[in-house]
């Protein structure tokens, strides 16, 4: 899919933004603090309904303003799509696919398919669990909207249930409901990671054969979902042995006032020729991994929707050598692109026309002729 237009009303630093979008790729080009990320930011957010910098709606709205306004328009195989998201300060957010209302945010996720890399996905597989979680979790809502839901009813359950056992270490009277959210746990979170299973299942095999191409096969990689009960093969297994283990621990997770299993617990390994690079890794193997697993998703979400989705790198040409950048451009080749840079020389390895760059300045954005671009690229 692709979008065609892009408007912005007292989004970010921007009064006011119409523009034209080219169908492959587009480049933000621009010093620093100029209103480039918040273009990729406003785009993200007609894919998922939310930024991929804050979860604080009151940031987005102009600083001087109390209402924001998100408008794209583009093609998908077989129909036109328009979204439509107005913030509004102390108000539900709204929003509008093809011109209809829609009242949850997870029936917006099927519209515009859309994948963000940033200089922090490349610390993928460097940073924590709780990283790789959100990562597991980001990209399976944008491909299933109802697995977003469960993982919202999960957490739920799990903030109840933590209440609950804070409330049983001063009075046992409450451990006879206990069971009935231990069900619930169990249920929601049997779902999340058998999703996840799947997932990590089918990124494994896409991303060991992109990462055999970057490194002139070399090295293998490989990833796991890495639970922290005992037996993750079918759902009937999973559910048993998540129940005894909420059993096993609960006299710790008692003490503790908060749950120690299931999957809000869970890490994805990641291994190279069988050694884990999560703590034995190259910042350069963590790096080529990191971006074989995002390029992976990206083939995933074409294999899930039927299309690519759109594709939204922040400032991440400048961290990837000559190599992994070329890689990466060459699997470009049928999506469409937003790039931001600051230094157009640092993508080299585009064959960047004068259609494909945009001049963004103080929240304006201006799409430069020829001359301007040679002019940009010997500064
Ligand atoms: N709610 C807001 N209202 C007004 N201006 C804002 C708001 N939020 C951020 N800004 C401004 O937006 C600008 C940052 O924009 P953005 O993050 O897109 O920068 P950038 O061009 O991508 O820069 P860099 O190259 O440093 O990443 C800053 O000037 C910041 O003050």
Do not use: C
Not at 92 to 115: A, C, E, F, P, R
């Amino acid at each position: 899919m692709y979008l065609r237009k892009l408007k912005l009303i007292n989004f970010r630093n921007y009064h006011q933004l119409d523009l034209k979008l080219h169908p492959k790729m587009n480049v933000f080009i621009g010093d620093n603090a100029q209103g480039k990320t918040n273009i990729l930011e406003a785009i993200y957010m007609t894919g998922t309904g939310k930024s991929f910098r804050t979860s604080k709606e009151r940031e987005i709205i102009k600083m001087d303003k109390d209402k924001s306004y998100i408008h794209v328009e583009g093609e998908k195989k077989y129909t036109s799509v328009s979204v439509e998201i107005k913030l509004e300060e102390n108000k539900k957010k709204q929003m509008k696919v093809n011109g209809v209302t829609l009242t949850k945010n997870v029936d917006l996720l099927s519209n515009v398919h859309v994948i963000v890399f940033s200089p922090e996905d490349l610390k993928l597989v460097k940073e924590g669990p709780v990283e790789r979680r959100k990562f597991m979790d980001i990209e399976i809502s944008n491909m299933k909207p109802r697995y977003y839901h469960q993982l919202g009813q999960y957490n739920r359950v799990l903030i109840q249930r933590n209440n609950l056992l804070k409330k049983i270490h001063h009075d046992r009277k409450y451990m006879a409901t206990l069971d009935i959210w231990d069900e619930k746990l169990v249920e929601l979170g049997t779902s999340i990671m058998k999703e996840r299973i799947k997932f990590i299942l089918r990124l494994n095999t896409l991303s060991r054969l992109l990462h055999r191409k970057i490194t002139d096969n070399k090295e293998n990689l490989e990833i796991k979902y890495m639970s922290n009960i005992k037996e993750v093969h079918d759902e009937e297994r999973i559910q048993h042995y998540f129940h005894r283990d909420l059993k096993k621990v609960l006299d710790i997770d008692i003490q503790r006032g908060t749950t120690t299993v299931g999957p809000h617990r869970d890490d994805l390994g990641v291994y190279v020729n069988g050694i884990d690079i999560r703590i034995f890794g190259s910042q350069g193997q963590q790096r080529t991994s990191a971006l074989a697993l995002k390029l992976a998703e990206i083939e995933l979400m074409k294999a899930e929707t039927g299309e690519y989705p759109i594709l939204l790198l922040d400032d991440v040409m400048s961290e990837l050598d000559v190599k992994r950048q070329a890689f990466l451009v060459k699997s470009l080749r049928d999506i469409q692109t937003f790039i931001t840079t600051t230094d157009l020389n640092a993508l080299s390895t585009l064959n960047l026309e004068a259609k494909n760059i945009y001049y963004v300045e103080k929240a304006t954005v201006r799409q430069n002729d020829e001359k301007d671009i040679n002019e940009l690229k010997s500064k």
